[in-house]
């Protein structure tokens, strides 16, 4: 057996608190961000991210790529952003639960435990019961979570396997008109 803390690989090196003023002292919008590091490490965070924000820096410990990490802090959320390329590239810590952002997916965890992932191509729902579905252009697929119904639907085509049978048929392509 290999002892693991032995075994961990340095990812950061230094951590460092800003607060970034949009306006000057006359309240007049400035086009880039006054940064400044208080020397008390205390920043009270404004309601209004685009007039102050809080933020800290972790610097990477890998100097030759760093992927610093920037998490700005917020009264509703906490955001975590760094350059992509390894891995993630966002993610939001709010009430209602955690979004990610990595490989150009948007991926979900909501506070009563389900998932919900978007990419381009569909989106994936894992619902806290365990039901999961998938929703593409051209199809919706369920799965109990049990799983014991399944179910597929396309623009001509319906089929299911449930607990009692199986079913498999063409749609009615008639509309009802108003």
């Known amino acids: ?86 891995g993630w590239d966002g993610i939001i810590a709010d009430a209602e639960g955690l979004t990610v952002s990595v490989a150009g997916m948007r991926i979900r965890i909501k506070a009563d435990g389900s998932v919900v992932q978007e990419s381009s191509c569909g989106t994936t729902y894992l619902e806290a019961d365990g039901c999961v579905l998938k929703k593409t252009q051209g199809v919706e697929a369920m799965m109990s979570g049990d799983g014991v119904e399944l179910s597929r639907r396309t623009e001509t085509t319906i089929a299911a396997i449930r607990h009692d049978g199986v079913i498999a048929k063409a749609r009615d392509d008639r509309r009802i008109s108003q």
């Not at 961990?8 to 590091?37: E, P, T, Y």
């Not at 610097?59 to 917020?74: F, H, M, T």
């Open 1 to 86: 057996m290999t002892d693991q803390s032995n075994s961990f690989s340095k990812v950061w090196r230094s951590a460092q608190l800003f607060i970034g003023f949009h306006r000057d002292q006359n309240g007049i919008k400035r086009d880039v961000a006054k940064v400044w590091s208080p020397k008390n490490a205390s920043a009270t965070i404004h309601s209004d991210p685009s007039e102050q924000e809080a933020f800290v820096v972790v610097r990477a410990a890998d100097e030759q790529d760093p992927k610093d990490v920037q998490i700005k802090l917020r009264q509703d959320q906490i955001v975590l952003r760094r350059d992509p390329g390894v």
